[in-house]
């Protein structure tokens, strides 16, 4: 069974810190994908990026990033220079298997609030 | 704007009513699904459809009866609901043209219906 751990159940940064959000998930599984969304309060979900457990460099998307460290089995996304826009509820994601409708289950989630 | 449309945005039913939840995308995705979430809570996963047919029924009581028309369709059919059915429902899409490469295909969210149950 695959699962997803975000240990930051909230977190505060100030605004244009860069900050990190941690993602750690547990899969046997050799081909799998990595994602990151964001849930504002308004409550749509908004795909931020992904990393491939094949991809052997970092996904970047603008001012997100994702640290994948396969190894520690670990996908921490990193936002540079937080705006007050940022401030929402963020999920870690992963798909598993290559069923062209696998599932995506989802972390409990890390609220990040931006202080201007 | 997003690209998954779903409706109505709000819902409020009581016990006995019938009502439905529709989404709609035109995107070309081929799979297409429904994810339950409670306040501050990640989303749950009900059902997946797959080239319109169901893949996935994630143990969801029957009082929740999901419907793929076609492929740019998805309704939710509600009868019989419960208090603790009140929900934020969201639809989501992916690609699914490919076997090998659908791991790396992300959903595509509608903005939900959030729906109360009196």
């Known amino acids: 069974a695959q699962k997803i751990t975000q240990t930051q159940p909230g977190m505060f940064v100030q605004e244009k810190e860069a900050v990190t959000l941690d993602c750690t998930y547990d899969t046997s599984d050799q081909s799998y994908g990595l994602f990151w969304y964001k849930q504002p309060s308004s409550g749509e979900m908004i795909f931020l990026i992904y990393q491939g457990s094949y991809d052997e460099q970092n996904a970047t998307e603008g001012r997100y990033s994702l640290n994948f460290q396969k190894a520690r089995k670990s996908a921490n996304l990193v936002i540079s220079a937080s705006q007050l826009g940022d401030s929402a509820m963020y999920f870690c994601a992963m798909r598993e298997g290559r069923s062209s409708a696998s599932k995506i289950i989802f972390g409990s989630g890390t609220r990040l609030s931006i202080r201007p | 704007d997003t690209e998954v449309t779903q409706t109505p945005k709000h819902l409020v039913m009581g016990m006995t009513n019938k009502k439905s939840l529709k989404c709609e995308q035109h995107m070309g995705h081929?799979?297409?699904?429904?994810?339950?979430?409670?306040?501050?809570?990640?989303?749950?996963?009900?059902?997946?459809?797959?080239?319109?047919?169901?893949?996935?029924?994630?143990?969801?009581?029957?009082?929740?009866?999901?419907?793929?028309?076609?492929?740019?369709?998805?309704?939710?059919?509600?009868?019989?609901?419960?208090?603790?059915?009140?929900?934020?429902?969201?639809?989501?899409?992916?690609?699914?043209?490919?076997?090998?490469?659908?791991?790396?295909?992300?959903?595509?969210?509608?903005?939900?219906?959030?729906?109360?149950?009196?």
């Not at chain 2, 799979?31 to 990640?42: S, T, V």
């Not at chain 2, 076609?70 to 009140?86: F, G, K, V």
């Not at chain 2, 090998?100 to 959030?114: E, K």
């Open chain 2, 30 to 118: 081929r799979a297409m699904y429904w994810y339950k979430q409670k306040a501050k809570k990640p989303p749950e996963l009900m059902f997946v459809y797959s080239y319109e047919k169901l893949s996935i029924n994630e143990s969801v009581p029957s009082r929740f009866s999901p419907e793929c028309p076609n492929s740019s369709l998805l309704n939710l059919h509600l009868h019989a609901l419960q208090p603790e059915d009140s929900a934020l429902y969201l639809c989501a899409s992916s690609h699914g043209t490919s076997q090998f490469l659908s791991y790396n295909s992300p959903l595509h969210f509608g903005n939900g219906t959030r729906l109360t149950v009196t």
